[in-house]
Structures are given as structure tokens and as C-alpha cells.
Nanobody, 125 residues
Framework: QVQLVESGGGLVQAGASLRLSCAVS????????MGWFRRAPGKEREFVAA????????KYADAVKGRFTISKDIINNTVYLQMNSLKPEDTAVYYC??????????????????WGQGTQVTVSS
């Protein structure tokens, strides 16, 4: 069973940086894609970024492109989301997600089979 545990959230001021971590366990192969999603108060969960566990391809939501970077550490089984130039509108609960399907990236919530519990990110103005 794939398990995902997020950490690294917190309260920061606008313009600051945070790095979220997702500890991954239970992968049975390298054919997974990893994603980060977020849910702001009163809104639906939305795609933020994704990467292949095996390959180097990545995908980003337009709202975070150029500010956020997704990366992975295969040796330590961790996925990261580096968030720079944070804005108040980035305030949300951030979730780590994983999917099989040969590691093809997906931008939809329904495309992912496994989810973490989430970590809160609050950006003050």
C-alpha cells in the first residue's frame, strides 16, 4: 500500500519561500507519477504540479509556473515542492498524491489513486 506523508507547511509572509516534503513508501515499481494539489478555503482541490518517478518530465499549473518547482529524491523516497515568491492566494492545504498508470502525468484529482493527509500553508499579506 502506497503511503504519503506531507510536511513543511506553515505561516509565512508574502514573498517568502517554503519547501514541502512528501515521504513516500510502498511503491512497487518506478512506474508512478507524483503530484501536488491544493485546496483553498471554499474552493475545490486543484492541481499544482506533477512529476514522473522514473523520468524527468514535469507539469505545472499556470498559477504557479515559474515560482514553484517539483522535484524528487529517489534514494530517500521523497518528493518536494519548492515554493518561492509566495502570494496570499497560495494559502491552502497542500496534498501529495501518487498514481500508477505507467507514470503518465495527470492534472486531475481523479487521476490519482493515493493521497496524503495534507499540510497547511498560510501566506499573509
Amino acid at each position: 500500500q502506497v503511503q504519503l506523508v506531507e510536511s513543511g507547511g506553515g505561516l509565512v509572509q508574502a514573498g517568502a519561500s517554503l519547501r514541502l516534503s512528501c515521504a513516500v513508501s510502498g511503491l512497487t515499481s518506478n512506474n508512478y507519477a507524483m503530484g501536488w494539489f491544493r485546496r483553498a478555503p471554499g474552493k475545490e482541490r486543484e492541481f499544482v504540479a506533477a512529476c514522473s518517478w522514473r523520468f524527468g518530465n514535469t507539469k505545472y499549473a499556470d498559477a504557479v509556473k515559474g515560482r514553484f518547482t517539483i522535484s524528487k529524491d529517489i534514494i530517500n523516497n521523497t518528493v518536494y515542492l519548492q515554493m518561492n515568491s509566495l502570494k496570499p492566494e497560495d494559502t491552502a492545504v497542500y496534498y501529495c498524491a501518487a498514481r500508477g498508470n505507467w507514470g503518465l502525468l495527470s492534472v486531475t484529482v481523479s487521476g490519482y489513486n493515493y493521497w496524503g493527509q495534507g499540510t497547511q500553508v498560510t501566506v499573509s499579506s
